[in-house]
């Protein structure tokens, strides 16, 4: 049950690590999140459509931001 402000990509960012396990969260992050955000971002600076780049830091970079966006989102009511 979800109570006053609290969204679902809250509950997976906030209890998912704490469920799982640090390291099989981090684990699953890179599989699912980083990884295929590099590749994406590779191709792209390959293709010239983004200056040459180091895609890992970028990558953990936008992930960052992306986890705490969605921590501080809100709900319109």
Do not use: N
């Given at each position: 049950?979800?109570?006053?402000?609290?969204?679902?990509?809250?509950?997976?960012?906030?209890?998912?690590?704490?469920?799982l396990g640090a390291e099989t969260w981090?684990?699953?992050?890179?599989?699912?999140?980083?990884?295929?955000?590099?590749?994406?971002?590779?191709?792209?600076?390959?293709?010239?459509?983004?200056?040459?780049?180091?895609?890992?830091?970028?990558?953990?970079?936008?992930?960052?931001?992306?986890?705490?966006?969605?921590?501080?989102h809100r709900p319109?009511?």
């Open positions: 049950m979800c109570v006053g402000a609290v969204t679902s990509s809250g509950i997976v960012l906030v209890d998912g690590p704490r469920v981090e684990d699953l992050v890179d599989r699912f999140g980083r990884t295929l955000l590099e590749d994406w971002l590779a191709r792209a600076v390959q293709a010239g459509d983004v200056d040459p780049i180091p895609t890992g830091a970028l990558a953990r970079l936008v992930i960052a931001m992306l986890t705490d966006a969605s921590l501080r319109v009511r």
